[in-house]
């Protein structure tokens, strides 16, 4: 099935590829090289100061194997004549995405905005060596790239061909015996995350205390708690995420006897069907975070009727002060 591409996504896009000063490889595809080379702005280790700074600040970040190379806060100056502006009327921002119109007035974009602009504008090693770094510091990985300049969506899977994971599975636990073996050739079941309509809690911060080992707390996915993350996404909708977990073989500690690959889409799964539809086929269970479900929606679920795959409906129920609406 073909996801077809929308007038408004092309647009949000260029939006954020101005933003960031990325334009220029959208023809000529950034290579790795291009991210080693040793130049006076690389020695430099300075906050990023505008949004154009955001790209390489997250690339150099990530190659040293920074935990904070995803934070996108800009250093606070003040404005010059050579500041670069934009005329945002000129880029003809959608109304879906009007939102855009203010972001000048915030500090950053959203890291996934940040992310989704690079790989697309990355050749394929680059993309397989920003996916390895991201992977050991174990930051979640992006599995499916939305369609924002393609009419189909984005599969990364050749990106990770080269990762390889280490782990003891319970059967080991005695002989302390380990395996290692390549991660996408790996056999394991897979359970994936969707969101139904807006919630008061986030699905992302959700998995990453179920994900995060005893007595540590790790963010493996982006959430609105995080720096950067109550940012408004422009293009990152629809994108979804990957991340595994692996026993130590520590009895009743792990989570899991065997490895379990956890799947997280962005954004209601009524704006992003396809994305969802390819969820049901690779996943053995799907849980769906939702509040209520509408007659509409409803119907739009009994299409799944004859499905192999497994359904779960969760939703948490908060006391006290309402929290923001979630989109994570």
């Not at 950053?108 to 989704?116: A, G, M, Y």
């Not at 300049?149 to 302390?176: F, G, I, N, Q, Y």
């Not at 497994?310 to 006290?320: A, E, H, N, P």
Request: with cysteine.
């Amino acid at each position: 099935m073909l996801y077809y591409l929308s007038a408004e996504r092309p647009k949000a896009l260029q939006y954020i590829e101005s933003k960031l000063e990325m334009e220029k490889y959208r023809s000529r595809k950034l290579k790795l090289r291009d991210v080693l080379e040793i130049t006076p702005e690389s020695l430099k280790n300075c906050p990023p100061q505008t949004t154009g700074d955001l790209p390489w600040h997250f690339l150099r970040k990530l190659m040293a194997l920074n935990g904070m190379a995803r934070s996108t806060s800009l250093e606070h100056r003040a404005p010059t004549d050579q500041t670069l502006t934009m005329d945002k009327e000129e880029l003809d921002i959608p109304e879906d995405f009007s939102f855009l119109r203010d972001t000048d007035t915030s500090d950053s974009l959203h890291p996934l905005d940040v992310l989704c602009a690079i790989l697309l504008s990355s050749d394929s090693f680059l993309q397989q060596e920003i996916l390895s770094k991201m992977s050991m510091c174990q930051f979640a990985l992006p599995l499916l790239l939305p369609a924002l300049d393609t009419p189909k969506c984005t599969l990364l899977l050749w990106a990770m061909r080269d990762m390889v994971r280490k782990w003891r599975p319970h059967s080991l636990a005695e002989s302390r015996g380990f395996r290692e073996e390549s991660l996408v050739l790996t056999s394991m079941p897979t359970i994936s995350f969707v969101r139904m309509g807006s919630c008061s809690f986030s699905k992302s911060h959700l998995l990453n205390e179920v994900l995060s080992p005893s007595q540590q707390h790790h963010n493996f996915f982006v959430h609105w708690d995080m720096e950067s993350g109550n940012v408004p996404r422009a293009i990152a909708d629809g994108l979804v995420e990957i991340s595994w977990y692996f026993p130590g073989g520590m009895g009743n500690s792990d989570l899991f006897p065997e490895p379990v690959a956890v799947t997280n889409l962005l954004g209601d799964i009524e704006s992003h069907w396809v994305q969802f539809s390819f969820l049901t086929e690779i996943s053995s269970a799907v849980f769906i975070v939702t509040e209520s479900i509408s007659e509409r929606e409803y119907a739009l679920l009994s299409s799944l009727q004859g499905s192999a795959t497994k359904y779960c409906f969760t939703s948490i129920i908060r006391l006290g002060k309402p929290r923001k609406r979630w989109n994570s």
